[in-house]
């Protein structure tokens, strides 16, 4: 995807950049479909959904997988949060805790794609904490059942294609910095799942915060 280095000068070739590095906001998707590759337009108008939940159960090198879950979703809702000082360390605690129940739970009983948890399962966990979650239960509220419930489903679409283009042009302000987030971690997952497969993954980002692609080939 990228030309060689010339001193400080290089070009993207997708992006048809010139030597300044002067991005021009081209459409991947043509190319991706070209390419029979997968195209996932995330947006509040959308019916291709990507459960920010998701949880490797299957050829996992994870250690400890709910761990890495876990600090994810101590992230997200850093975001969701937001405020000068984000969340205190009781706020991280008691996420972690709700996190870590919901995933044994998911763990003890088959672990299938049907019954992967979603973000109402973590908001319904923060809430029975009482007073300690309040504020990031009263947070998340906007993203489980308001307006912005576009990551309160389950995955449902086709990720195990070699080229996949994340289109999050549409999602506005409110949901830009999440939806980023959520498609780096599925990404993340995807390159786990490949590794265990000695496969190597590649990963643009291209014209920051309209496009994401995950590129995969074996070895």
């Known amino acids: 995807m990228l030309e060689p280095y010339d001193g400080k000068l290089s070009r993207t070739v997708l992006r048809r950049e ?3 590095n002067t991005a021009d906001p081209a459409d991947y998707a ?3 479909e070209r390419l029979h590759g997968q195209v996932i337009h995330i947006s509040p108008a959308s ?3 990507i459960n920010p939940m998701d949880i490797n159960f299957e050829n996992n090198m994870d250690e400890n997988p709910i761990s890495t879950k876990s600090d994810f979703i101590i992230s997200l809702c850093e975001i969701i949060v937001g405020g000068k000082y984000g969340l205190t360390a009781e706020e991280r605690s008691v996420i972690d805790r709700c996190v870590r129940a919901i995933y044994m739970d998911f763990f ?5 794609r049907e019954k992967m948890p979603i973000l109402s399962d973590l908001h319904n966990a923060l809430v029975k904490e009482g007073e300690i979650a309040l504020r990031v239960a009263n947070s998340l509220e906007m993203y489980v059942n308001g307006s912005q419930n576009l990551f309160n489903h389950r995955t449902n679409i086709d990720l195990k294609n070699r080229i996949i283009c994340f289109d999050i042009k549409e999602l ?3 949901l830009k910095k999440v939806g980023m987030l959520i498609v780096q971690d599925n990404v993340w997952n995807r390159v786990t799942l490949n590794r265990a497969e000695r496969k190597v993954t590649r990963y ?3 014209v920051s915060y309209t496009h994401l692609r995950a590129h995969e080939t074996s070895l």
Do not use: C, K, W
């Open 18 to 20: 010139g030597g300044g």
């Open 30 to 32: 043509p190319l991706v």
């Open 47 to 49: 019916t291709q959904y």
């Open 108 to 112: 003890r009983n088959q672990p299938s």
């Open 172 to 174: 506005g302000n409110q």
């Open 204 to 206: 643009y980002i291209a």
